[in-house]
C-alpha cells in the first residue's frame, strides 16, 4: 500500500515503463492511483504493463509504442498518437527510466558501441523531454531522469555507460536552471545496483566476449555495492519528484565519494579502488 499519495489521480508518464525499475515506478504510481502514460518499444510488453498498472490501483492508463531513439525517422509508431496526446494532457510528472549498461574496458569500445550508448541513455531522455516541454510548463510539473551512480563516479568494468550517465547528469543539472523560470522540477535520481531476477547474469555473454574477468559480469561491474530494493527505491523516488528534490543519491553514502573527486582525487580513486572485489 502507498504511504504517501502525492501523485493521486494526477497524470504520470513513464518512459520505459514496461519492463525493469520504470516497471516498478509504473507500479508504485499506480499504488497512488495516478492516472498513468507508458512509453516503450514492445507493443506486447506494454499491454502487460498496462494490465500491471490497473491491477495495482491505476486511475487510467494509456500505452505508446515508439522507439525514442529515432523521433524525426520512425513515421512506424505512435509518435503522431503521442505528440497528440501530450498536446491535450497537462502531465504532472515526466519518469525518463530509458537507459542500458555495458560491460566493457573503454580501449574495446568502439565509437558505435559509445554512440549507441548515448542513444540509450541521453538521446532518449532528450527526446522525451523536448517533446513534453509544452505539457509540463502548462502544469508547472515535475521530470525525473534516471540517472546512475555511474554518472557521478568512473564505474569499473563499464566505462562507456559511465560516460554516457555523466552525459544524463549534465542534461538533468543544466535543464533544471534552464525551466526553473517554468516552474518545472527536474530531479536526477542516481541509483547504484538495484535488485533484479536477472542480477548478475545479464551482462555474462558481453563480459565474456570481452574476455573480462567474472567480477565484471557482477552487479556495479563488480563494486562492493549492497543491491537496492526497487519497491523502496521507487517510493523516494516518487517523493522526491513531490518534494521537488534536485538530486537524489541511493546509497546517499555515495554522493560524499562524487563530491571529493574533484578536490582529492589522489583519495577518492583510492576509495573507488577499495569498494572494487578483488
Ligand atoms: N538495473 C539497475 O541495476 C540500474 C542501476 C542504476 C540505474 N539504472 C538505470 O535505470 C533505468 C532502467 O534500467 P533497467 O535495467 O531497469 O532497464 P530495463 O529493464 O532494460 O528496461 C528498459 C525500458 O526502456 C524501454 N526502452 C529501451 N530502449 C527504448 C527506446 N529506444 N525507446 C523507447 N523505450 C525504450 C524498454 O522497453 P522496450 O525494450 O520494449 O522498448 C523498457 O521498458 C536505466 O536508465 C538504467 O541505466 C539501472
Same mark, same amino acid.
Not at 527510466?97 to 574495446?108: H, M, N, P, V, Y
Not at 509540463?136 to 557521478?152: D, F, T
Not at 537524489?248 to 554522493?255: F, R, T
Given at each position: 500500500m502507498a504511504k504517501s499519495l502525492s501523485w493521486l489521480g494526477r497524470q504520470v508518464l513513464v518512459c520505459g515503463? /514496461? /519492463? @525493469?525499475l520504470g516497471l516498478h515506478l509504473v507500479i508504485a504510481a499506480a499504488r497512488q492511483k495516478a492516472k498513468i502514460a507508458i512509453a516503450g518499444r514492445d507493443a506486447n510488453r506494454l499491454d502487460e504493463a498496462r494490465s500491471i498498472a490497473l491491477k495495482h490501483g491505476a486511475a487510467s492508463v494509456v500505452c505508446f509504442s515508439i522507439d525514442l531513439r529515432y523521433l524525426d525517422s520512425n +513515421?512506424?509508431?505512435?509518435s503522431g498518437k503521442l505528440e497528440q496526446w501530450l498536446s491535450e494532457n497537462d502531465v504532472a510528472l515526466l519518469i525518463n527510466a530509458i537507459g542500458r549498461s555495458d560491460r566493457g574496458l573503454l580501449e574495446q569500445l568502439n565509437s558505435k558501441d559509445l554512440i549507441s550508448l548515448f542513444e540509450d541513455n541521453v538521446l532518449c531522455t532528450w527526446n522525451m523531454i523536448q517533446l513534453a516541454l509544452h505539457s509540463l510548463k502548462r502544469s508547472k510539473g515535475s521530470i525525473v531522469n534516471i540517472g546512475s551512480l555511474a554518472g557521478l563516479v568512473s564505474a569499473p568494468n563499464m566505462g562507456g555507460y559511465s560516460i554516457a550517465k555523466f552525459g544524463l547528469t549534465a542534461l538533468s543539472r543544466q535543464l533544471r536552471l534552464e525551466l526553473a523560470k517554468d516552474e518545472v522540477s527536474v530531479t536526477l535520481v542516481c541509483p547504484g545496483p538495484i535488485d533484479r531476477d536477472d542480477s548478475g547474469n545479464r551482462y555474462q555473454s558481453l563480459a565474456k566476449s570481452r574476455g573480462? /574477468?567474472?567480477? !565484471? +559480469? %557482477? *552487479? !556495479?561491474? @563488480? %563494486?562492493k555495492l549492497r543491491l537496492l530494493d526497487p519497491e523502496k527505491l521507487c517510493e523516494k523516488i516518487l517523493d522526491a519528484a513531490s518534494q521537488r528534490r534536485k538530486e537524489l543519491v541511493? *546509497? %546517499?553514502?555515495a554522493k560524499w565519494l562524487a563530491a571529493i573527486m574533484p578536490i582529492w582525487p589522489n583519495l577518492a580513486d583510492r576509495i573507488l579502488r577499495s569498494v572494487l572485489k578483488s
Amino acid at each position: 500500500m502507498a504511504k504517501s499519495l502525492s501523485w493521486l489521480g494526477r497524470q504520470v508518464l513513464v518512459c520505459g515503463g /514496461s /519492463s @525493469g525499475l520504470g516497471l516498478h515506478l509504473v507500479i508504485a504510481a499506480a499504488r497512488q492511483k495516478a492516472k498513468i502514460a507508458i512509453a516503450g518499444r514492445d507493443a506486447n510488453r506494454l499491454d502487460e504493463a498496462r494490465s500491471i498498472a490497473l491491477k495495482h490501483g491505476a486511475a487510467s492508463v494509456v500505452c505508446f509504442s515508439i522507439d525514442l531513439r529515432y523521433l524525426d525517422s520512425n +513515421t512506424n509508431d505512435d509518435s503522431g498518437k503521442l505528440e497528440q496526446w501530450l498536446s491535450e494532457n497537462d502531465v504532472a510528472l515526466l519518469i525518463n527510466a530509458i537507459g542500458r549498461s555495458d560491460r566493457g574496458l573503454l580501449e574495446q569500445l568502439n565509437s558505435k558501441d559509445l554512440i549507441s550508448l548515448f542513444e540509450d541513455n541521453v538521446l532518449c531522455t532528450w527526446n522525451m523531454i523536448q517533446l513534453a516541454l509544452h505539457s509540463l510548463k502548462r502544469s508547472k510539473g515535475s521530470i525525473v531522469n534516471i540517472g546512475s551512480l555511474a554518472g557521478l563516479v568512473s564505474a569499473p568494468n563499464m566505462g562507456g555507460y559511465s560516460i554516457a550517465k555523466f552525459g544524463l547528469t549534465a542534461l538533468s543539472r543544466q535543464l533544471r536552471l534552464e525551466l526553473a523560470k517554468d516552474e518545472v522540477s527536474v530531479t536526477l535520481v542516481c541509483p547504484g545496483p538495484i535488485d533484479r531476477d536477472d542480477s548478475g547474469n545479464r551482462y555474462q555473454s558481453l563480459a565474456k566476449s570481452r574476455g573480462l /574477468s567474472d567480477n !565484471a +559480469t %557482477a *552487479p !556495479a561491474g @563488480g %563494486a562492493k555495492l549492497r543491491l537496492l530494493d526497487p519497491e523502496k527505491l521507487c517510493e523516494k523516488i516518487l517523493d522526491a519528484a513531490s518534494q521537488r528534490r534536485k538530486e537524489l543519491v541511493c *546509497p %546517499a553514502k555515495a554522493k560524499w565519494l562524487a563530491a571529493i573527486m574533484p578536490i582529492w582525487p589522489n583519495l577518492a580513486d583510492r576509495i573507488l579502488r577499495s569498494v572494487l572485489k578483488s
